[in-house]
Antibody, heavy 119, light 107 residues
Framework: QVQLVESGGGVVQPGGSLRLSCAAS????????MHWVRQGPGKGLEWVAFIRYDESNQYYADSVRGRFTISRDNSKNLLFLHMNSLRPEDTAVYYC????????????WGQGTLVTVSS | AIQLIQSPSSLSASVRDRVTITCRASQGLVNAVAWYQQKPGKTPRLLIYDIYKLESGVPSRFSGSGSGTNFTLTISSLQPEDFATYFC?????????FGQGTKLETK
């Protein structure tokens, strides 16, 4: 079955960097676009970034553009989110999510990894 | 960027009630609208995509409708396991976005 497992979260100081990973299994990873979505403590869902199946395009939320970079390694079924210049407002659970094959909604989500930006 | 406004933000209801949540977009979305359910401490679950299409495994008491800028999620007969937070989402163009959520609570 489809599994998405995030890792790499932790506590980081403002201005610091972190790299999140998402390990995918149970589907042909290299055939699907992938997303990162975050959820601040007690808050709603915020879409963060997208990468096409072939890495030909990436898109970002205005709040992270220029600071975050999404990438993937299709040979290892891995999705990444490189986060630089982190701010306290980036504190959230970060989920990776898979494009549905029948629409551009998100049919599978990982369990999330918590990023805390605090001094 | 396209904004999505859900209403109400919270809703108290009882088992077997019919419940409707609305989602209004700042511009037309064609059919690029989905609904998700999230329970506390859990991952979001896709319920509805393309406005009205039911995701596999989702009970038929859930339904979606709407067009243009106005969309609704309806639960025809609320069950105990349906008390959760619901989010609408658009995927019409980047950046994608979600509504702020509707928390469905027991009356």
């Amino acid at each position: 079955q489809v599994q998405l497992v995030e890792s790499g979260g932790g506590v980081v100081q403002p201005g610091g960097s972190l790299r999140l990973s998402c390990a995918a299994s149970g589907f042909t990873f290299g055939s699907y676009g992938m997303h990162w979505v975050r959820q601040g403590p007690g808050k709603g869902l915020e879409w963060v970034a997208f990468i096409r199946y072939d890495e030909s395009n990436q898109y970002y939320a205005d709040s992270v553009r220029g600071r975050f970079t999404i990438s993937r390694d299709n040979s290892k079924n891995l999705l990444f989110l490189h986060m630089n210049s982190l701010r306290p407002e980036d504190t959230a659970v970060y989920y990776c999510a898979k494009d549905a094959w029948k629409s551009s909604s998100f049919d599978y989500w990982g369990q999330g990894t918590l990023v805390t930006v605090s001094s | 960027a396209i904004q999505l406004i859900q209403s109400p933000s919270s809703l108290s209801a009882s088992v077997r009630d019919r419940v409707t949540i609305t989602c209004r977009a700042s511009q037309g979305l064609v059919n690029a609208v989905a609904w998700y359910q999230q329970k506390p401490g859990k991952t979001p679950r896709l319920l509805i995509y393309d406005i009205y299409k039911l995701e596999s495994g989702v009970p038929s008491r859930f339904s979606g409708s709407g067009s243009g800028t106005n969309f609704t999620l309806t639960i025809s007969s609320l069950q105990p396991e349906d008390f959760a937070t619901y989010f609408c989402q658009h995927y019409y163009s980047y950046p994608y976005s979600f509504g702020q959520g509707t928390k469905l609570e027991t009356k």
